[in-house]
Nanobody
Framework: QVQLVESGGGLVQAGGSLKLSCAASGRTFSNSAMGWFRQAPGKDREFVAAISWRRGNSYYADSMKGRFTISRDNAKNTVYLQMNSLKPEDTAVYYC???????????????????WGQGTQVTVSS
């Protein structure tokens, strides 16, 4: 079992920054690919970023490239999402997801992940 708890969300002004954290419990974190997704009210959940477990390769949705950075610290069982130059359209609930033994999976797909956190709210004001 892998349990995920997101934190770090909050209210920021446009152009500001936030750093989200996802703390994982369980014994397989270091072998898990990790992803961030988000969902705005009335919209579908969308892919934000992912990081593989073997080489730590990072992947981003086009709208996040150059603004968001995903990283992981296996020793701390934590994955991070650094968000810069935030825009009002970034307002959403952000979810952390895990896929044990994630190599070979399409990490941009929700269905590739086995475990999900409860989400943390990010609100960007104009």
């Amino acid at each position: 079992q892998v349990q995920l708890v997101e934190s770090g969300g909050g209210l920021v002004q446009a152009g500001g920054s936030l750093k989200l954290s996802c703390a994982a419990s369980g014994r397989t974190f270091s072998n898990s690919a990790m992803g961030w997704f988000r969902q705005a009210p009335g919209k579908d959940r969308e892919f934000v970023a992912a990081i593989s477990w073997r080489r730590g390769n990072s992947y981003y949705a086009d709208s996040m490239k150059g603004r968001f950075t995903i990283s992981r610290d296996n020793a701390k069982n934590t994955v991070y999402l650094q968000m810069n130059s935030l825009k009002p359209e970034d307002t959403a609930v952000y979810y952390c997801a895990a896929r044990p033994l994630g190599t070979g999976w399409d990490l941009a797909r929700e269905t590739s992940y086995n475990y999900w956190g409860q989400g943390t709210q990010v609100t960007v004001s104009s």
